[in-house]
């Protein structure tokens, strides 16, 4: 069965250090990428997205993204943090033409002033 | 309104209970997803409408859960005879994809969390 794996359920960060949550997924074929960030108290949304072409990805707030397919793999990046991206992440993917997100267990990422 | 919005944000029900979950999607999307998110895990997937089409219920997880979009727009989830393990948080998502075979961006209500009692 397709699966997401998300490397570390808790993250805790200082203000300005790097980020990178690891994400990994189980499908052989095409697939299509996402990272969706929860804030607290509010819905998910999208921070960003890899269907094709080039495999870094840049999305909102500063966050980018590289796939890499010979090892599975959708890293999520930051180079310096904000006490703002205080939240939880989740990694997901479509595989093929399909319609089914598949999601990653999440990462709460708690980044102290 | 400019989002998705689900009601009510908050249901307590005695096991056994039916209980109804409203999703009004953005306004002329197309399909309508239901996920189900148990805490601390991720979302998973229950159903998907194109439309008033249910063309995927596979992920309900038993007969007890119901889920209908009669006119193409607002979508209800209806748990029947509620147990403990139904307690989740349960999201719907919209998505604007008018041609076939192409995805849009989900974009997700605020979530109806239920706890069963």
């Known amino acids: 069965a397709q699966s997401v794996s998300q490397h570390n359920h808790h993250v805790i960060l200082s203000e300005a250090a790097s980020l990178e949550l690891g994400c990994n997924y189980s499908?052989?074929?095409?697939?299509?990428l996402f990272w969706y960030v929860q804030y607290p108290g509010q819905h998910l949304q999208l921070l960003l997205k890899y269907f094709s072409g080039d495999p870094l990805v840049k999305g909102i707030k500063g966050f980018e993204a590289e796939f890499i397919k010979s090892k599975f793999s959708f890293n999520l990046r930051k180079p310096s943090v904000q006490w703002s991206d205080t939240a939880e992440y989740f990694c997901?993917?479509?595989?093929?033409?399909?319609?089914?997100?598949?999601w990653g267990a999440g990462t709460k990422l708690i980044i102290k002033p | 309104g400019a989002g998705v919005s689900q009601s009510p944000r908050y249901k307590v029900a005695k096991r056994g209970q039916d209980v109804a979950l409203r999703c009004d999607p953005i306004s002329g999307h197309v399909s309508l997803f239901w996920y189900q998110q148990a805490l601390g895990q991720g979302p998973e997937f229950l159903t998907y409408f194109q439309n008033e089409a249910q063309l995927d219920k596979s992920g309900l997880p038993s007969d007890r859960f119901f889920a209908e979009r009669p006119e193409g727009s607002v979508s209800t989830l209806k748990i029947q005879r509620t147990q403990q393990e139904d307690s989740a948080v349960y999201l719907c998502?919209?998505?604007?994809?008018?041609?076939?075979?192409?995805?849009?961006?989900?974009?997700f209500g605020p979530g109806t969390r239920l706890t069963v009692t």
């Open positions: 499908y052989g074929g095409t697939v299509n």
């Open positions: 998502a919209s998505s604007s994809n008018r041609n076939r075979g192409a995805w849009n961006e989900q974009y």
């Open positions: 997901a993917v479509i595989p093929d033409s399909n319609y089914q997100l598949i």
